[in-house]
């Protein structure tokens, strides 16, 4: 797990050096979420496992719905109005 969470931080500052570097950053929205888990449909058959969880793609079941995002607005713009609640990575779309 340390692996992938170590490559994923890695990737994710060469994209904002390269934002950066284009003079990009200032203007961008960057939006960061994870993927909901392995294709589990087919009974199976498309090699995903989600275990523990219970579904996977194109499923809500139990914590596989429950993801991590985050977004970063871009720097000197004003601050929006924030809540207390939960979002849909879906509103991003």
Not at 11 to 19: D, G, M, Q, T, Y
Not at 55 to 84: C, D, I, M, V, Y
Request: proline share 6%; glycine share 12%.
């Amino acid at each position: 797990m340390y692996a992938m969470v170590s490559y994923m931080d890695d990737e994710f500052s060469k994209v904002l050096s390269a934002l950066k570097k284009k003079g990009m950053y200032k203007d961008s929205l960057i939006v960061f979420h994870s993927d909901n888990g392995g294709e589990v449909m087919g009974a199976g058959l498309c090699g995903g496992n989600n275990w523990p969880l219970t579904g996977g793609k194109f499923s809500l079941n139990t914590l596989t719905a429950r993801l991590g995002l985050f977004a970063l607005r871009p720097p000197n713009h004003p601050t929006p109005p924030q809540a207390n609640s939960r979002i849909s990575k879906a509103g991003f779309v």
